[in-house]
């Protein structure tokens, strides 16, 4: 079993649509959890991070649920310019390293 | 924005020759990374480096090896190229200082190896 699971998608969906992503993690030990985003043929960049009480930024809006051990994204009011995908991301630390786990990522694209 | 930098961009090599990924950050960052990614498939980290003098593997089993000599360089370096070995490197780095765990990606090298 995958340590980071992601549906790949790809969602096509219309500019002004909400879409949700999701993502389930196998290390219940994990401790942060991040949303990076990567445009085609590009690196990754940290979109936001995901906090326990759930966070918002501007259109997106990220979840944590610890007991299901699932992250969610949301993404509200959809741009063309969101077209990318999304990379579901782990950290689990001890033993003074740390390591961040990525998923596959969820392909994104907002068709006008 | 990220200052770091890789080079080269794209590099198309015949087998059995020795290369070089650069990876140069201007940040100041502590900890440096090498990944590994196919088209469509996630990131694997193949090494890391928590400082000058520190390497370490990661978790995807790689035959490169790696060198920290100064804070900012990371190089990877292939002996032997084989074409398993064509994929995208993306290198990055972080510091706790500045951001909990956000780490900061170079625009990668395609290596292709024929």
């Known amino acids: 079993r995958k340590e980071v699971e992601q549906d790949p998608g790809p969602f096509n969906v219309p500019e002004g649509a909400t879409v949700a992503f999701n993502c389930t993690y196998s290390n219940s030990a994990s401790q942060s959890f991040f949303w990076y985003r990567q445009d085609c043929r590009k690196e990754p960049k940290l979109l936001m991070s995901?906090?326990?009480s759930g966070n918002e930024d501007g259109r997106f809006t990220a979840q944590l649920n610890r007991a299901s051990q699932y992250i969610s994204l949301l993404i509200r009011d959809s741009k063309l310019s969101d077209s990318a995908t999304y990379l579901c991301?782990?950290?689990?630390?001890?033993?003074?390293?740390?390591?961040?786990?990525f998923g596959k990522g969820t392909k994104l694209s907002v068709i006008p | 924005e990220a200052d770091i930098y890789q080079t080269p961009r794209y590099l198309v090599i015949g087998t059995g020759k020795k290369i070089t990924l650069e990876c140069s950050q201007t940040m100041g960052h502590d900890k440096m990374y090498w990944y590994q990614q196919d088209p469509g498939m996630e990131l694997h980290l193949i090494h890391y480096?928590?400082?000058?003098?520190?390497?370490e593997k990661g978790d995807l089993s790689s035959e490169s090896t790696v060198s920290r000599i100064r804070t900012e360089h990371f190089p990877l370096t292939l002996e032997s190229a084989r074409p398993s070995h064509t994929s995208q490197y993306l290198c990055a780095s972080s510091d706790l200082r500045t951001g909990p765990y956000e780490q900061y990606f170079g625009p990668g090298t395609r290596l292709t190896v024929t």
């Open positions: 991301v782990v950290l689990y630390s001890g033993a003074g390293s740390y390591q961040l786990t």
């Open positions: 480096s928590y400082g000058v003098n520190s390497t």
């Open positions: 995901v906090y326990s």
